[in-house]
């Protein structure tokens, strides 16, 4: 267990569609309130997909991705770091300071806080070698400059860039940079907010919740097409960081009043927890 300052730490991936509207940002500040007060240190990690698209689509530009993987040229780029920082990022830490939350908004490049390094061209089954162009891999976690904001007792709200050690900027990946970051931390508890908010074996029946999954159960789920798609490698990220010192991961939906509270104290009535047996 790792505690900062006399206090567990908890990572929070939070994906551009659950900070679209109003009601989900205060449904997300509403459940890191309740882990805040309950002595928890929260950092939280945000994409911006949504918001991106459609600040491409007004600046004239067209979202590109291959196998789910997205393209970002230099004029994307820019746009990325306006959606992300200029949009996403405000609009969360005013959610949270509404709230009552010590928000402190930042990104990867703030006290080179995430390194990245240029993804190399990958060579895909549909489409051939493929530059990503300017999309970079993570590195590193500047875990320093997080426990300085931790010990300050603020709450970091990071959009996903990452940062060369040259200070070239990168697109990169949210899923795989909040599970960098909690390994940095050895987090006490990641979670993986999504809008279905957990693992369901019939996805339009909400009795269907899976409240625990294992490696083994996992490799049967998918097996039996119940994780799919893009889901799959989130999952399987996820389990391995339990053998990297995190020590809970769950997923869960953002907006749901006493959410993550309910998963940090293991009663297990929200999302799915995955766990290593």
């Known amino acids: 267990m790792t505690w900062i300052n006399g206090k567990p730490v908890a990572v929070i991936k939070v994906g551009g569609d659950m900070v679209l509207t109003k009601k989900d940002r205060r449904g997300l500040a509403r459940n890191v309130k309740d882990l805040f007060d309950a002595g928890w240190h929260c950092v939280l990690l945000h994409g911006g997909g ?23 040229s230099e004029a994307d780029l820019v746009v990325v770091k ?19 939350l010590p928000a402190f908004g930042c990104h990867g490049a703030s006290g080179a806080l995430i390194e990245a ?50 200070g070239r900027i990168f697109n990169i990946n949210a899923d795989t940079t909040v599970a960098a970051i909690a390994s940095a ?21 909400s009795d ?41 991961i769950a997923i869960a939906n953002a907006a749901q009043n006493g959410g993550f509270l309910d998963i940090a104290s293991g009663k297990g009535e929200f999302g799915t927890r995955l766990i290593r047996a």
Not at 50 to 72: C, E, F, S, Y
Not at 82 to 100: I, T, W
């Open 50 to 72: 949504p918001q991106l698209n459609a600040l491409q689509k007004l600046h004239g530009l067209v979202p590109n991705k291959v196998d789910g993987r997205r393209i970002t």
């Open 208 to 248: 269907s919740r899976i409240a625990v999954v294992t490696p083994k159960s996992a490799r049967v789920l998918i097996e039996q097409g119940v994780i799919t798609d893009g889901m799959i490698p989130k999952v399987q990220e996820a389990l391995a960081l339990l053998d990297q010192g995190v020590r809970k």
């Open 117 to 166: 390094q240029k993804r190399p061209p990958m060579d895909l089954a549909t489409r051939g070698l493929v530059d990503f162009g300017e999309v970079g891999d993570v590195v590193s976690i500047n875990r320093p400059v997080l426990e300085t904001l931790l010990n300050a007792n603020l709450i970091p709200v990071i959009a996903s860039l990452g940062v060369s050690k040259a």
């Open 185 to 205: 931390l050895q987090a006490d508890l990641l979670i993986l907010s999504t809008g279905v908010g957990g693992i369901f074996e019939d996805i339009n029946d």
């Open 82 to 100: 306006q959606a992300l920082c200029g949009e996403v990022n405000v609009d969360l830490v005013s959610s949270l300071l509404a709230n009552g």
